[in-house]
């Protein structure tokens, strides 16, 4: 019994003497693999009742290629009471009008956002 604990101990020391050549600091998790170079992730959601709703259970997902932008579409009624959100990668040319535009028929409101990352689909 006391040759098994004393060969335990020396087992156990062994490993620690290697344990205190290891450099923690050089030690990184692997990267995330990225579907091709320079590409990003945009939060998704299709007609969420508000931005929060949209936040809460928004998917990010890899963009395609062909987009540069994350995309967020907000609909408002003429009160300013949210109707639905939209979040989505988006094209340079589906960002071409970005700002509010009101809707004759029905009365209301779009904001148009577009921009890079997450800070900005968090926010709007």
């Known amino acids: 019994m006391l040759a098994v604990a004393s060969l335990q101990i020396f087992i156990l020391s062994g490993n620690w003497a290697l344990a205190k050549n290891i450099n923690f600091y050089n030690v990184r998790p692997p990267l995330d693999p990225t579907p091709f170079p320079n590409s990003f992730k945009c939060f998704t ?20 290629e062909n987009t540069e932008y994350c995309l967020t579409v907000h609909h408002f009624t003429s009160h300013g009471r949210s109707t639905s959100v939209t979040k989505k990668c988006a094209t340079r040319d589906e960002c071409r009008f970005v700002g509010c535009h009101p809707h004759r028929e ?12 997450y800070a900005l689909q968090l926010l709007k």
């Not at 009742?49 to 963009?63: F, G, H, I, S």
């Open 45 to 64: 959601c299709a007609n969420a009742v508000d931005n929060y709703n949209c936040n809460r259970w928004a998917e990010d997902k890899w963009c395609p």
């Open 106 to 117: 029905t009365g209301h409101t779009c904001k148009l956002q577009c921009g890079n990352g």
